[in-house]
């Protein structure tokens, strides 16, 4: 199985200008980001984030994620059971929202959710009603934080992290596919945040 696609254009730039992550300071405040258009996007409802091995993925070494390889098994993680649906948004959400203990346990903040502006095709965007996005950030260049974020949510899904910094899952039996971007040289504009999102695709 292929670790990237070579196309992005589900989110071809989260929906972020350079210059509006600028403006913004680029790391916002945390939480959902205020809507810039007249929809104001709701509030994540609470969701179980109950995820089964994170205190062994969470104990992988920097080096054993960076040599690992796809489709080694961390505990009862595996692509599936990481994007097992719930929560609202076509159950997309609760599978997006399982990278925010990985990386608040790395010091990240959740920096966006859904929203009103920005790119109609990006998991983020309210206009997406089977998908969910969450926006992970410490700072607003890359750290070492972000990659490890990233490296860990690769694992969990059964995949090495990719160099080119972009990775999209095969679809699961129950029609959810993942998309985790940062630092990429295929998708822009995600120096300063991992991006995780989740889609019903069928």
């Not at 009603?129 to 490890?148: K, Y």
Request: charged share 20%; net charge neutral.
């Amino acid at each position: 199985m292929s670790n990237s696609i070579e196309t992005a254009a589900d989110e071809p730039d989260c929906g972020e200008s350079a210059e509006q992550a600028q403006s913004a300071g680029q790391v916002k405040s945390a939480g959902p980001v205020k809507s810039a258009g007249p929809v104001k996007p709701a509030e994540p409802q609470p969701v179980d984030l109950g995820i089964e091995g994170f205190e062994q993925l969470m104990a992988l070494s920097d080096d054993d994620l960076e040599a690992f390889s796809g489709g080694v098994l961390i505990g009862t993680l595996d692509l599936a059971s990481f994007l097992a649906p719930g929560g609202g948004w076509g159950g997309s959400e609760t599978p997006a929202r399982r990278a925010v203990p990985i990386g608040s346990r790395n010091g990240l903040r959740v920096t966006d959710y859904k929203r009103s502006w920005g790119s109609t095709g990006s998991d983020h965007h309210v206009s997406q009603r089977q998908s969910f996005a969450v926006d992970l950030s410490n700072g607003t260049s890359p750290t070492a934080q972000m990659l490890r974020t990233a490296r860990q949510l690769a694992a969990a899904l059964g995949h090495s992290w990719p160099a080119n910094g972009y990775l999209q899952t095969a679809t699961t039996a129950r029609g959810y596919r993942a998309q985790l971007i940062y630092n990429s040289s295929v998708v822009p504009n995600h120096h300063n945040h991992v991006h995780f999102g989740v889609r019903k695709v069928r």
